[in-house]
């Protein structure tokens, strides 16, 4: 296991991982967003989830990340409106009836 | 006004801000590009309108139209892309610095809408298309994979910068803005 002081999510790489059975919150933090994702094969994914479920600083820091990724889609897929684009799309399409006419 | 018209107007171009939205991120907040986008998927969308079947999810047909329609212009481009430059600093969660303070990322809510925004859409472009792709649109790695022709490996290290630099870009926001200390 890692020291206790450091809170999770410095991990700058999302690759690697280790083999033994139980994950260290390092190797648990650096699957973060593959395993909110739903990207990890099923075996690490559940090997995540039994990590973080049990230990204090990774539960906080993954439910930290969901909530920033939540935000991220909510936020990022605002409509935009733009009177110039709709009074062109109005005159193409009036210009494509005409023809079909 | 013809049938087809008037369909085509109440089943497609009412998604016309949707559209746009999603054109602006796509292009980084290029507006001349982000209309052309639109005006592109709806030419398209008119065209083949008696392939589409009323009542299904025009929406989700449509940003299908849009996003093939900016990736093959992407592809087009970038025969010859451009290296992209790392910057590990930027890229390590925010948590550490604040988990004492906000630990549940309540700052975030406090950031107005257009500063998102404006933030996705400053992102490099190797960063912000895959973050488009899997955060906005909730496509998964492998597809995103193919459709940008990149090894999944790839998507998934742009994909994680991009959302470091995202998150350490609204960080310092709030942190300029009061929000945080």
Not at chain 1, 42 to 57: A, G, L
Not at chain 2, 20 to 34: E, I, M, N, S, V
Not at chain 2, 39 to 66: P, V
Request: proline fraction near 5%.
């Amino acid at each position: 296991m890692t020291n206790d002081e450091q809170p999770p999510g410095d991990a700058v790489s999302p690759e690697g991982g280790g083999t033994s059975d139980e994950l260290s919150c390092e190797e648990a933090a650096r699957n973060v967003f593959e395993y909110l994702d739903g990207e990890l094969p099923p075996d690490r994914s559940e090997k995540v989830h039994r990590h973080v479920e049990m230990c204090r600083r990774c539960y906080p820091y993954f439910n930290f990340e969901r909530a920033f990724l939540d935000y991220v889609h909510d936020r990022g897929m605002r409509p935009a409106r733009s009177a110039e684009l709709e009074e062109r799309l109005n005159r193409l399409l009036k210009d494509l009836e005409d023809r079909e006419r | 006004m013809s049938a087809k018209h008037r369909e085509f107007e109440s089943e497609a171009l009412v998604h016309m801000d949707v559209l746009y939205g999603l054109a602006l991120r796509f292009t980084g907040g290029d507006d001349a590009a982000a209309q052309d986008l639109v005006q592109d998927t709806l030419l398209k969308a008119y065209r083949a309108w008696d392939k589409f079947e009323s009542g299904t999810n025009c929406r989700a047909w449509l940003t299908t139209i849009l996003r093939n329609t900016f990736i093959n212009d992407l592809r087009r481009r970038q025969a010859r892309p451009a290296p992209v430059e790392y910057d590990e600093v930027a890229e390590r969660s925010v948590y550490p610095q604040l988990h004492e303070e906000d630990a549940e990322g309540g700052f975030f809510d406090r950031i107005v809408d257009q500063e998102v925004i404006r933030a996705i859409e400053e992102l490099p472009e190797d960063f912000r298309v895959p973050l488009v792709l899997a955060d906005l649109e909730g496509i998964g790695y492998q597809e995103i994979s193919e459709l940008l022709e990149i090894p999944v490996g790839t998507v998934k290290s742009r994909l994680f910068r991009a959302r470091r630099r995202l998150q350490q870009r609204l960080y310092r926001y709030a942190v300029e803005m009061g929000y945080i200390r």
